[in-house]
């Protein structure tokens, strides 16, 4: 257990909050479904304030003990993308891709000045030396310390929180999202999303907010966030429930960490994507097992990006509580 720095659990009101409400932020409840009982809880039960000491400012986070109830800390592919988190960009990581098993560290500038013949030489030999096929891929994932900014992306938590509790919309996806999507400044995708949320154009759209030639309401932290939860709240939520419904499985409630990682491969893949990956496999049970298959399923379009997804998400998690010295308990 980490030395504890000061943390104070509060309770806080929505003021900048994307929909009007004269209700405390701190006694909103939303309704999770555990079988067939529904359960209403407080959203900001997880929130806590935490010291900053660079800034000696107190800071909203979420804090979710189930990474450590569910020894995520120790899963080979998150204690992998934690590597790659604090790796400079002239460095990397050769892996394997299937398992994110480390083969060793090297200098990005000498692999680039290696031919390709000794570059397939090399792949072929750690196969061999590994009892491994052709078949299994061989990565080289360079260092993205550079973007994952985690003291940056914190100074959004507070209001990303805020604006996903006074939508109705639990604030852990808002941590999430802010934590691997554009962490260090605002990102435009290649497939066009862009924003503090990753939101495609048509989605922000389709909640009211303004992209056109001269306003893109995207790159608008509020009104980007409200989309955001919106997006989740009536889209992913509900098309979880009925991918889990199709393939028989109940019993499980919306709190429990791998639905909400679920819910949040859907934001990225979308739901037609994600309940095809689902098929390859058709997992009996709502675990996280369901979750870890998923980073080894793959279609047409599910694939590195979309099962790297969780994995960054859990690693960005861990790392900021690493960072904010909150302790495994």
């Known amino acids: 257990m980490r030395l504890l720095l000061l943390i104070s659990v509060f309770l806080f009101s929505c003021t900048n909050s994307a929909i009007n409400s004269s209700e405390p932020v701190a006694k909103k409840t939303n309704t999770l479904t555990e ?27 979420v804090l979710d003990k189930s990474l450590y109830n569910l020894k995520i800390d120790t899963v080979a592919q998150v204690k992998f993308w934690r590597s790659v988190m604090n790796l400079h960009e002239d460095s990397a990581i050769m892996n394997f891709a299937n398992s994110r098993k480390v083969i060793e560290k090297i200098c990005v500038k000498e692999w680039n000045l290696k031919p390709d013949s ?29 973007f994952y900014d985690f003291s940056k992306t914190s100074q959004n938590f507070h209001n990303g929180i805020n604006c996903f509790v006074g939508n109705g919309v639990d604030p852990w996806f808002a941590q999430a999202i802010l934590l691997i999507e554009s962490p260090n400044k605002l990102q435009k995708s290649n497939a066009g999303a862009y924003g503090s949320f990753q939101l495609m154009k048509d989605v922000a759209k389709l909640y009211g907010l303004k992209v056109n030639n001269q306003i893109d309401e995207r790159s608008n932290f509020e009104r980007s966030a409200y989309a955001s939860s919106s997006l989740i709240k009536t889209v992913c939520i509900p098309k979880a429930h009925k991918m889990l419904s199709d393939l028989n499985i109940t019993g499980y409630s919306e709190n429990e960490l791998w639905f909400k990682l679920l819910v949040m491969h859907i934001y990225h893949a979308g739901s037609y994507n994600v309940e095809k990956a689902l098929l390859t496999f058709n997992p009996q049970q709502g675990n996280m097992e369901l979750i870890y298959n998923l980073w080894q399923a793959q279609t047409a379009r599910f694939k590195n990006a979309s099962q790297n997804y969780s994995q960054l998400v859990l690693a960005a998690m861990l790392e900021m509580n690493e960072r904010t010295m909150i302790a495994k308990n």
């Open 35 to 61: 079988g067939n009982k529904e359960e209403p809880i407080t959203l900001c039960h997880c929130v806590v304030g935490v010291l900053n000491p660079k800034t000696n400012c107190n800071e909203d986070y």
């Open 118 to 146: 000794e570059k397939k030489c090399y792949r072929d030999s750690v196969r061999m030396a590994n009892n491994l096929d052709s078949s299994c891929r061989v990565l080289l994932t360079t260092g993205k310390k550079f």
